[in-house]
């Protein structure tokens, strides 16, 4: 009797509930990888072809044989393309489409091109033809990964790498991570933490190492390593890291000997030295230029390149603004053609506004990198919807006048403007162990919109937004719209909620999540307390930048001196970065700085809290795990923006001795 109800109730719940039950679950764990699979009878009316048996070529196979839906394909390698570099051309017909490429995995991103068109219903012109060639060489992810498993900044969980398992036993999500990468063209990843440990270059962890490079590779992924500087000394037993001593050169030698006899193809080392308590070249009283190149040196050979951080500053009484810029344009010129200076988009630290970084427009003879934040440090973790393209965009696009007009940063890093060699751009990823990889479903946008960026960084944001929502969600247009206006205000939402009119760093102490700005940690270093960068009082708030106070502004090329140096000139959305106004100080609406704050922050509250609006009349498009899901983060970031308005406002406000204003009208 049991077993037949038993048996029953099993029939009953795996016809009923189960499909009920998988239509209604979804972890988000595909991302924007959502092709159909192809029945077999559609399968039979095309043919996929190539001829080249490189692993990469035939990923590109396997991939449309399950998912291409259209014509017959043929897979060409062409040698004499060798100006394409990894990129692609498809041309073709209603009948025959040709996907031609200099190297294998240039078939490969043609392949996941014709599935994204695919997916998001685009109509093939007749005949079809389109050519991409990337604008940055080396698409880079940054992982701040450490060897415990734990994730610095990370957000979504642990780290993806299970170093404990490997080299032995294989996590199925790496492969996952490597074609996702792929899709998108990500094709360098540095695995470990910039505040690296030694351990990673240990023959232990080499081995480790070795096996994700070894499965990253089909997917056209270069593994590189961030390396501690004291390597030599930490796991090495020698006595100091010295670069210029023989020893410690011989030692690193014998280090990328062993490495490349794991991985003949590995990439190279990144490198954060003396900057926040890492070692570097500095400690023997030697410049970054000479540690950078004593490593290239070891690693020319193999033709690896070196990836060195700009990101230094010291609790000196000088602007940290200005530091890594007065530490770095000396040495302009005298880096090896293997190093590449990586450095941050702005020049404090992934603030959620920062003007561009001005060694931007002031390294000419040297290689350099931008350095993007993905992981959500400073804006909200991931707790916050944020889309960041925007935040890339107008970095990517910023004019830096090094050679005239239009001299962008995208052009001073992607070869327009210098022999870059490889050029290159990374971004800090926000990846981790979490099922939907990213822990907010939509910042699964940023690592797609990043990796689109370092593509073509002439994509624009809300392209990008409506590819991903239509590939992760809906095609709907009555989704697709309202979701992209919200991602499109999302950024500015996020820093007129947290920190508007220029105004930055005044998160909490270490975590950086909430707001702060009246911390003051006793015998804390003064650089990494709100008030450093706030610097409010009742004269007014904001740090000056001018002639009159750190001067950061005589970084910039002309005419950014004279516009950022200008109080009428300087656009409002930095004045606090580069002024101490006033709070009576009128803006160009004709509002007090006070009440233009007090309206900038409700601004990004209200924004918050449509957000949420919108997303619950969206509830029909979206399965209901994501809905809730985001449903629920979206409630904790309209809490969030009140805190950050009541928390900064009521504390500026015992300065600025201002009512908060009821009766004038908000920003234009
Ligand atoms: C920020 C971040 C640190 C990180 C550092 C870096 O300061 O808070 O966690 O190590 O950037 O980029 O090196």
Same mark, same amino acid.
């Given at each position: 009797m049991f077993t037949r109800f038993y048996k029953i109730y099993l029939i009953i719940f795996t016809v009923v509930w189960i499909p009920v039950g998988l239509l209604q679950a979804d972890d988000g764990s595909q991302l924007w990888l959502r092709y159909d699979r192809v029945s077999a009878q559609i399968a039979a009316l095309r043919t996929i072809s190539s001829k080249s048996s490189h692993a990469s070529a035939q990923l590109a196979v396997q991939e449309l044989e399950n998912?291409?839906?259209?014509?017959?394909?043929?897979?060409?390698?062409?040698?004499?393309?060798?100006?394409?570099?990894?990129?692609? !051309? +498809?041309?073709?017909?209603?009948?025959?489409?040709? $996907?031609?490429?200099? !190297?294998?995995?240039?078939?490969?991103?043609?392949?996941?091109?014709?599935?994204?068109?695919?997916?998001?219903?685009?109509?093939?012109?007749?005949?079809?033809?389109?050519?991409?060639?990337?604008?940055?060489?080396?698409?880079?992810?940054?992982?701040?990964?450490?060897?415990?498993?734990?994730?610095?900044?990370?957000?979504?969980?642990?780290?993806?790498?299970?170093?404990?398992?490997?080299?032995?036993? +294989?996590?199925?999500?790496?492969?996952?991570?490597?074609?996702?990468?792929?899709?998108?063209? $990500?094709?360098?990843?540095?695995?470990?933490?910039?505040?690296?440990?030694?351990?990673?270059?240990?023959?232990?962890?080499?081995?480790?190492?070795?096996?994700?490079?070894?499965?990253f590779r089909p997917y056209g992924i270069q593994v590189y390593l961030s390396a501690n500087f004291s390597s030599p000394a930490v796991i090495g037993g020698l006595d100091d890291s010295d670069p210029l001593r023989d020893e410690v050169q011989q030692w690193w030698a014998m280090k990328a000997k062993e490495i490349y006899n794991l991985i003949p193809d590995f990439g190279g080392f990144l490198v954060k030295a003396n900057s926040e308590g890492q070692p570097g070249p500095q400690d023997y009283g030697r410049t970054h230029a000479e540690g950078a190149n004593m490593l290239a040196d070891v690693l020319q050979p193999y033709n690896g390149l070196i990836m060195w951080r700009a990101f230094v500053y010291n609790p000196t009484t000088e602007d940290r603004a200005k530091q890594a810029y007065a530490e770095f344009l000396p040495l302009d010129g005298q880096f090896r053609d293997n190093v590449i200076i990586q450095t941050k988009n702005g020049a404090i630290d992934f603030q959620p506004r920062e003007p561009f970084h001005p060694l931007f427009g002031a390294i000419k003879k040297s290689k350099q990198m931008v350095e993007f934040q993905i992981t959500q440090e400073y804006l909200g973790f991931s707790n916050h919807l944020v889309y960041l393209a925007p935040l890339f965009k107008e970095t990517l696009d910023a004019d830096t006048y090094a050679y005239g007009s239009n001299s962008t940063v995208a052009k001073m890093t992607d070869g327009t403007y210098h022999q870059q060699g490889k050029s290159a751009i990374a971004g800090v990823a926000n990846i981790g162990a979490d099922d939907n990889w990213t822990g907010h479903h939509f910042a699964q946008a940023n690592w797609y919109s990043y990796g689109r960026l370092a593509w073509n960084h002439t994509l624009s944001a809300a392209d990008i937004a409506e590819e991903w929502i239509q590939a992760t969600f809906d095609k709907d247009p009555n989704f697709v719209k309202p979701v992209k206006d919200v991602m499109l205000k999302s950024r500015e939402a996020a820093v007129n909620y947290m920190m508007p009119l220029g105004l930055h760093h005044i998160f909490a102490f270490d975590h950086h999540y909430g707001p702060e700005p009246w911390g003051d940690i006793p015998n804390a270093r003064a650089d990494w307390m709100p008030w450093y960068y706030h610097n409010a009082s009742t004269s007014g708030v904001g740090f000056d930048r001018t002639a009159t106070g750190s001067n950061a502004v005589a970084q910039y090329n002309e005419p950014l001196q004279q516009i950022y140096s200008d109080v009428a000139t300087c656009p409002e959305t930095l004045l606090l970065w580069f002024h101490h106004v006033p709070w009576t100080y009128q803006m160009r609406n004709g509002n007090t700085l006070w009440d233009e704050l007090c309206y900038r922050y409700d601004a990004g509250v209200s924004d918050a809290r449509h957000f949420q609006k919108q997303w619950d009349e969206l509830e029909a498009y979206v399965d209901k795990e994501r809905f809730l899901d985001v449903q629920k983060r979206l409630a904790i970031q309209s809490h969030d923006a009140v805190w950050w308005k009541d928390a900064v406002l009521l504390y500026f406000q015992t300065f600025a001795n201002k009512p908060i204003p009821h009766d004038i009208e908000p920003p234009k």
């Open positions: 998912y291409w839906a259209g014509q017959h394909i043929e897979l060409v390698l062409d040698q004499r393309k060798q100006s394409w570099k990894d990129g692609y !051309q +498809i041309q073709g017909n209603s009948q025959k489409l040709r $996907i031609t490429a200099y !190297q294998p995995i240039g078939l490969l991103y043609g392949a996941y091109d014709l599935l994204r068109r695919q997916q998001v219903g685009q109509e093939f012109s007749e005949p079809f033809e389109v050519s991409e060639i990337p604008t940055f060489d080396l698409r880079v992810l940054n992982h701040w990964d450490n060897l415990d498993r734990t994730v610095e900044r990370g957000y979504a969980g642990h780290s993806l790498w299970l170093w404990d398992e490997l080299p032995g036993s +294989i996590s199925p999500r790496y492969v996952q991570y490597a074609r996702a990468n792929a899709s998108i063209g $990500i094709n360098t990843v540095v695995l470990n933490n910039v505040n690296a440990s030694p351990q990673i270059l240990s023959s232990t962890y080499l081995q480790k190492v070795k096996v994700l490079a070894d499965l």
